[in-house]
Structure formats: structure tokens, C-alpha cells
């Protein structure tokens, strides 16, 4: 029940009551360091050694060079355990089977220290040959022709090359 208002008592007159004084606890975040973390490591997973072969390139990122190299090593694991490089590997070959529109193109190969194109054959006969065996193929740009077959022949040995032509056809020059 509620005192009486109107009485002549004040609660001012009744005793203080002592109270504990708490003295607050300041929870305090760890900070992280201002500005674009300085250290990178990118990473570059190749599943194979040739062109068609996919890859991924995850990168980390750290304020220190160890943390980098941890988040590195968490990164790479996690990828593993979640399954990522074992479904981004299923994906690739899913894309690689839809893909139609490369199905006409000339496969590529190394060869003298340029990526060439192979010759495009559709059973593997091109009906281009010379003395010396199948001919190979090469593009660059706006021209395209079909070489001598024989490998490691001094130039002065080697068929005449047959050069592709406006109509589509080959003929040596």
C-alpha cells in the first residue's frame, strides 16, 4: 500500500540506505589496425599442365607478413574441407562439356617459343602434306599457312609454304 500523501512525514526524513557502489567493466574490442592491410599472397591453383586445365586464384590479405601467411594456410585448408577445390574442379569439367564454342577451333601447342595453333583437322587427315609429311598449321593475326612437315630440315630443304588465301583455300605463293 502507498503511504498517505498528504501526511507530514517527508522521505527525506527517513534514514539514507547505504549502497554498494559497482564500479563498471569496460569490455573493450580488440582494434584492428587503420588502413588497407600491406600484405598479399595470391595463390594460384593449376589442375593440370596444359592450356584447357582450370585454375583458381584465391588471394589473403594481413597487416603482418605472419598473419598473411596464416590466413594463407586457413584459407587453403578451408577450401579442402568445405569441399571447394574438388566442386570448383566438377564445375570446370561441367563448363568444359557445355562449351560449344570452341568445338571448330585448332587445339594450341608450345613450338619454338610461341603457343601455335595445331593444324584443324576434322579425323586428323587435313589433306595439306608435302614430301616431308603433314604439313603445320600457323596464324597470326591476318594470315594464316600451312608449313613443311619436316622437322629440323634446313629452310632451303623445306616445301614452300602454302599461304591461306581470300576464298579460304591454301596455295603457295
Given at each position: 500500500?502507498?503511504?498517505?500523501?498528504?501526511?507530514?512525514?517527508?522521505?527525506?526524513?527517513?534514514?539514507?540506505?547505504?549502497?554498494?557502489?559497482?564500479?563498471?567493466?569496460?569490455?573493450?574490442?580488440?582494434?584492428?589496425?587503420?588502413?588497407?592491410?600491406?600484405?598479399?599472397?595470391?595463390?594460384?591453383?593449376?589442375?593440370?599442365?596444359?592450356?584447357?586445365s582450370h585454375w583458381m586464384t584465391p588471394a589473403v590479405y594481413g597487416h603482418t607478413a605472419e598473419e598473411t601467411a596464416t590466413r594463407g594456410v586457413e584459407l587453403l585448408t578451408a577450401m579442402k574441407t568445405a569441399g571447394l577445390i574438388d566442386f570448383t574442379a566438377k564445375a570446370a569439367q561441367h563448363v568444359r562439356e557445355q562449351d560449344k564454342g570452341g568445338a571448330g577451333a585448332?587445339?594450341?601447342?608450345?613450338?619454338?617459343?610461341?603457343?601455335?595453333?595445331?593444324?584443324?583437322?576434322?579425323?586428323?587427315?587435313?589433306?595439306?602434306?608435302?614430301?616431308?609429311?603433314p604439313r603445320n598449321f600457323r596464324e597470326g593475326g591476318s594470315w594464316a599457312a600451312y608449313f613443311c612437315g619436316g622437322r629440323g630440315l634446313d629452310k632451303s630443304q623445306q616445301c614452300p609454304p602454302l599461304w591461306r588465301q581470300t576464298d579460304g583455300s591454301f596455295r603457295a605463293k
Open positions: 500500500m502507498i503511504g498517505d500523501p498528504f501526511a507530514d512525514v517527508s522521505p527525506w526524513d527517513e534514514p539514507a540506505t547505504t549502497l554498494t557502489e559497482e564500479k563498471p567493466v569496460l569490455i573493450t574490442a580488440p582494434t584492428a589496425p587503420a588502413g588497407p592491410a600491406p600484405f598479399k599472397i595470391g595463390l594460384t591453383l593449376k589442375a593440370g599442365p596444359d592450356y584447357g585448332a587445339p594450341k601447342r608450345f613450338e619454338n617459343g610461341k603457343v601455335v595453333s595445331a593444324a584443324p583437322s576434322a579425323g586428323g587427315d587435313t589433306g595439306y602434306s608435302c614430301d616431308h609429311g
